[in-house]
T-cell receptor
Framework: RKEVEQDPGPFNVPEGATVAFNCTYSNSASQSFFWYRQDCRKEPKLLMSVYSSGNEDGRFTAQLNRASQYISLLIRDSKLSDSATYLCVVIPTNQAGTALIFGKGTTLSVSS | EAEVAQSPRYKITEKSQAVAFWCDPISGHATLYWYRQILGQGPELLVQFQDESVVDDSQLPKDRFSAERLKGVDSTLKIQPAELGDSAMYLC????????????FGSGTRLTVV
């Protein structure tokens, strides 16, 4: 079983749609969680951290359910510029410098 | 904004040849990572350095891959001999000392083995 599993995608949605991505992780001791965004042929960039209390950044909302080992990302009012691959990322310990563990990524394509 | 520098951006090499990638992390970042990202997959850790020491190289194919960070600053990843399956994006990242999650990635080196 992969440590981090994501919806396979791709997701093809029209502008203005709401889309949700899901992710599960296998290591119950995992401490930190993130969503990264990766544009085609570019490096991954941090989109947002994910907390148990949930967090929102504009049109983006991230949620963590530790009991179910489940992470989600909701994008409201999708824009053409949201088209990218979204990577679910986990850090398995609370030690600074621990390497990131990435999911396979989910591709989003927003069309006009 | 401080960046992680990588070179070259693109590399095409014939199989069985040697190839090397270079990374210069953000100044002061003691931890450096090399990841490999095959098309359609997420990045996977190859090797992690803390200063000049290897912390984790469990996923590095040591029969053909080597990595070094001799002075604890910049780093080189080498493949010899390259195989067709090595075609991928090689990403370098560094992280802030004492900060969980403070990672910065370089632009990557896209390797094509023909």
């Amino acid at each position: 079983r992969k440590e981090v599993e994501q919806d396979p995608g791709p997701f093809n949605v029209p502008e203005g749609a709401t889309v949700a991505f899901n992710c599960t992780y296998s290591n119950s001791a995992s401490q930190s969680f993130f969503w990264y965004r990766q544009d085609c042929r570019k490096e991954p960039k941090l989109l947002m951290s994910v907390y148990s209390s949930g967090n929102e950044d504009g049109r983006f909302t991230a949620q963590l359910n530790r009991a179910s080992q489940y992470i989600s990302l909701l994008i409201r009012d999708s824009k053409l510029s949201d088209s990218a691959t979204y990577l679910c990322v986990v850090i398995p310990t609370n030690q600074a410098g621990t390497a990131l563990i990435f999911g396979k990524g989910t591709t989003l394509s927003v069309s006009s | 904004e401080a960046e992680v520098a990588q070179s070259p951006r693109y590399k095409i090499t014939e199989k069985s040849q040697a190839v090397a990638f270079w990374c210069d992390p953000i100044s002061g970042h003691a931890t450096l990572y090399w990841y490999r990202q095959i098309l359609g997959q997420g990045p996977e850790l190859l090797v992690q350095f803390q200063d000049e020491s290897v912390v984790d190289d469990s996923q590095l194919p040591k029969d053909r891959f080597s990595a070094e960070r001799l002075k604890g600053v910049d780093s080189t990843l080498k493949i010899q001999p390259a195989e067709l399956g090595d075609s991928a994006m090689y990403l370098c990242a560094s992280s802030s000392p004492g900060l969980v999650g403070g990672y910065t990635f370089g632009s990557g080196t896209r390797l094509t083995v023909v």
